[in-house]
Every structure is written in structure tokens, then in C-alpha cells.
């Protein structure tokens, strides 16, 4: 079993930053790849950005030139750096870390965009 653990969530003001970070367990050279979620109360958890073995990088249309997904092999960990943060921002951030057949998902962890 693979344990993923984000961190890094809070309370910022609207155009601040934060960076999340997620580690897993197990080494990342066992992934094919890795990414960010979110979901909003009331909506749903919809993907914000994503990275593969490779480094190819994808990104929600909503958060492309302010988001940052980025990884470290020797710590086996991924982040995600947010600028310019919004008040729609706000959401519960969730890590998944992708074999070819299965997902493994954190408990996610909060951050509020408000003044």
C-alpha cells in the first residue's frame, strides 16, 4: 500500500502564493505520473494539473501562467507552486500519485483564498 501525504495548505490573501508539497511512500520512479486536484464545496473535484515520468506537463485552462507543477526525484516528493492566487482558488487540494492501473490518492489538504 502506498501512503500519499500533501501539505502545505492554508490561509492566503487574494494574489499571494503558497506552495503545496506531496510525498509518497514509495520511489517515484515507480509512477508514471503525478498530479493535483481540487474540489470546491458544492462542485466537483476536477484536476488542476498534472506531470508525467517524463515531465510532460498539463494544466487546467483556470490556472495556466499561475500554477507550477513541478517534482523531486530524490525526495519522491511533488509540488505545486500557486501564484496570484484567487478567491475561486479555494478548494480542497488532493495529490494523486498513477501506476498504469492504479491511483493513489491523500487526504488532501485545505486552502482558502480570502481577504
Known amino acids: 500500500q502506498v501512503q500519499v501525504v500533501e501539505s502545505g495548505g492554508g490561509l492566503v490573501q487574494p494574489g499571494g502564493s503558497l506552495r503545496l508539497s506531496c510525498v509518497a511512500s514509495?520511489?517515484?520512479?515507480?509512477?508514471?505520473?503525478m498530479s493535483w486536484h481540487r474540489q470546491a464545496p458544492g462542485k466537483e473535484r476536477e484536476l488542476v494539473a498534472d506531470?508525467?515520468?517524463?515531465?510532460?506537463?498539463i494544466y487546467a485552462d483556470s490556472v495556466k501562467g499561475r500554477f507550477t507543477i513541478s517534482r523531486d526525484n530524490a525526495k519522491n516528493t511533488v509540488y505545486l507552486q500557486m501564484n496570484s492566487l484567487k478567491s475561486e482558488d479555494t478548494a480542497v487540494y488532493y495529490c494523486?500519485?498513477?501506476?498504469?492501473?492504479?491511483?493513489?490518492w491523500g487526504q488532501g489538504t485545505q486552502v482558502t483564498v480570502s481577504s
Open positions: 506531470i508525467t515520468s517524463r515531465d510532460s506537463t
Open positions: 494523486a500519485w498513477s501506476t498504469s492501473n492504479h491511483s493513489y
Open positions: 514509495r520511489s517515484i520512479l515507480r509512477f508514471v505520473g
